[in-house]
């Protein structure tokens, strides 16, 4: 289910005056954020955020196609390792 027009897009509002901040300086340094949840605004372009995993941080570079996407989408909690593999020793059984 979506959010309603009404109320607009989900910001973080940290996350957001960490950005502006950031604009303000002159910096380029990543910004380390846990809201996976917050979508993309055009602003976030050109930026650095290092978002939480569930164990350490992904580096995500925002570029303009990401624009309204959501930051845990380009941070994948599961890393799919391989289906069971064929060995010697099952070989050998049959």
Same mark, same amino acid.
């Given at each position: 289910? /979506? =959010?309603?027009? *009404?109320?607009?897009? +989900?910001?973080?509002? *940290?996350?957001?005056?960490?950005?502006?901040?950031? *604009?303000?300086?002159?910096?380029?340094?990543?910004?380390?954020?846990?809201?996976?949840?917050?979508?993309?605004? @055009?602003?976030?372009?050109?930026?650095?955020?290092?978002?939480?995993? $569930?164990?350490?941080?992904? /580096? &995500? +570079? &925002?570029?303009?196609?990401? &624009? $309204?996407? =959501?930051? $845990?989408?380009?941070? @994948?909690?599961?890393?799919?390792?391989?289906?069971? *593999?064929?060995?010697? #020793?099952?070989?050998? #059984?049959?």
């Amino acid at each position: 289910m /979506s =959010r309603s027009t *009404k109320k607009g897009p +989900y910001i973080d509002e *940290k996350l957001m005056k960490k950005v502006q901040a950031q *604009k303000a300086s002159g910096k380029k340094e990543p910004i380390k954020t846990w809201a996976r949840s917050s979508q993309i605004p @055009p602003e976030f372009v050109g930026h650095t955020f290092l978002v939480h995993q $569930g164990k350490n941080f992904v /580096s &995500v +570079y &925002v570029s303009e196609s990401m &624009v $309204g996407q =959501r930051l $845990g989408e380009f941070a @994948p909690t599961r890393i799919f390792r391989a289906h069971g *593999k064929v060995t010697e #020793k099952s070989t050998a #059984k049959t």
